[in-house]
């Protein structure tokens, strides 16, 4: 079982759609995640980091459920442009980043 | 990404040849790391460095080597291309240190191809 879960998708949304992934983690001594977005054929990109109280940035919101052990990230008012694979990140004692396989967003007018 | 410089960009290489994948950074960070990322796979640690002097082998080191030069560069080597070696390569940096876990910073990969 890898150490960071993600559902591959694809999430085909409309555009102005709400849309929410969930990542989940298995390392429990995990201290740190991140939500990475990724373009097709570069290189992927921090689109945030993620707080124990959750945070926001404009239609982007993280939230990070320790009980549970995953992370989520809501995208309100989609727009074409954020169509791109969302890969959700975690590092702990190792200071070793480990990622998910990554969540694709295909948003269509 | 300015910070991370990785070179090739793309190569394509015979099964059996040898090449080395090149890192640099200018952003003064201690850890570097190198991933492979493959079509349903992800993001998967070949070795990483914490700090100027060292190396340790991540999820799939085998049929790889590396080398820390300095603070700033950090080599991938094949020595035997294989046809499983066939990847996109990405190398990334972090603080390291008392902010070892910040996010990391990543290059703009190398897809290597090898026949």
Known sequence: ?109 | NAGVTQTPKFQVLKTGQSMTLQCAQDMNHNSMYWYRQDPGMGLRLIYYSASEGTTDKGEVPNGYNVSRLNKREFSLRLESAAPSQTSVYFCAIRPGGNRGNTEAFFGQGTRLTVV
């Open chain 1, 1 to 109: 079982r890898k150490e960071v879960e993600q559902d591959p998708g694809p999430f085909n949304v409309p555009e102005g759609a709400t849309v929410a992934f969930n990542c989940t983690y298995s390392n429990s001594a995990s201290q740190s995640f991140f939500w990475y977005r990724q373009d097709c054929r570069k290189e992927p990109k921090l689109l945030m980091s993620v707080y124990s109280s959750g945070n926001e940035d404009g239609r982007f919101t993280a939230q990070l459920n320790r009980a549970s052990q995953y992370i989520s990230l809501l995208i309100r008012d989609s727009k074409l442009s954020d169509s791109a694979t969302y890969l959700c990140g975690r590092s702990g004692g190792s200071y070793i980043p480990t990622f998910g396989r990554g969540t694709s967003l295909i948003v269509h007018p």
